[in-house]
């Protein structure tokens, strides 16, 4: 990370020399989740069903998808339905598969073309058979490309997960395959959704909200974690773009003593989730 980072005047530079900022760093993250909060809230100030800011939010998944891509972030998850939003209206849950399937129809060809690998998790006997069949047909469409892995957590609880994962280590040490003293939190993790992915770097959440709401609980014990006031929809590319800069002022020490106790945070680190910054900073309108 360059000595002069600085958050408030990376905020001023175009869109092309930020990212050329990025692209020059060597510690950039290599998984990034993101929160997608604030679709109902945005359709409401407009006076829009709920569905309509669940369509709008799909041109921050394309703006993301093309960000990561562009800084070289190997992969993307987005927290795309949870457990507990089977406990919504039956008519938006309808709507919300429908919208998965559609989105997926149409946005595969481009995908493509940008090399993404779709991957999906979480309790995916869950999901209606037709969201299955079009999830399942646009993984196998992708399967053969080698760029950023774009990992849809679907029908996905991290409670759940991590029963899971404790019930698939149970299952092994029964059978013999695995003996209790050679249990270890990588074992344990193999029986994750996502094993094979590595854990997120960085934790967005868009709307404010300052909770986890049960999403990736064992894979983010070290992320670090940015909640920015913007809604959804109005996510854009720079937004990520910050975000991650935001994140390479971050000291990440994993629990171990910082090896220069007398350096000074990075500037621009100070206040990192002070929505009023944030809101400066993303040009947030109220």
């Known amino acids: 990370m360059a000595a002069d980072w600085n958050l408030e005047k990376l905020a001023e530079l175009s869109d092309d020399e930020l990212t050329r900022e990025l692209k020059a760093q060597d510690n950039l993250p290599r998984h990034v989740a993101i929160i ?12 829009l069903p709920r569905v ?4 709008a939010g799909r041109h921050s998944v394309r703006r993301c998808v093309q960000a990561c891509g562009k800084l070289g972030v190997k992969v993307l998850t987005l927290y795309t339905f949870s457990q507990e939003n089977f406990n919504r209206p039956e008519a938006e849950v309808k709507a919300l598969w429908h919208f998965l399937q559609e989105t997926l129809a149409a946005e595969r060809d481009d995908l493509d073309k940008q090399n993404v690998i779709l991957k999906a998790s979480g309790a995916l006997d869950q999901l209606p058979s037709r969201a299955q069949d079009t999830l399942n047909q646009s993984i196998e469409f992708l399967s053969k490309n080698s760029g950023l892995i774009l990992n849809l957590a679907l029908a996905y609880g991290g409670r759940q997960e991590i029963m899971h994962a404790a019930l698939k280590l149970s299952e092994r040490l029964a059978a013999g395959e695995l003996k209790p003293e050679q249990v270890t939190e990588d074992e344990f993790s193999k029986g994750l959704y996502s094993h094979e992915l590595p854990d997120p770097d960085l934790m967005i959440r868009t709307s404010g909200e ?7 609980l064992w894979q983010s014990a070290y992320s670090e974690i940015l909640i920015t006031p913007t809604l959804w929809p109005d996510f854009t590319e ?17 629990g171990k003593l910082n090896d220069n106790p007398g350096k000074k945070p990075p500037s621009g680190s100070e206040n990192i989730l002070d929505p009023a910054r944030w809101k400066r900073l993303l040009k947030v309108r109220s």
């Open 36 to 47: 997608m909060d604030g679709n109902g809230r945005w359709a409401n100030r407009r006076f």
């Open 238 to 254: 720079r937004d990520l773009m910050l975000s991650v800069a935001d994140y390479l002022t971050r000291d990440r020490r994993f």
């Open 210 to 216: 300052g909770r986890l709401s049960n999403f990736l």
């Open 52 to 55: 309509a800011g669940h369509r």
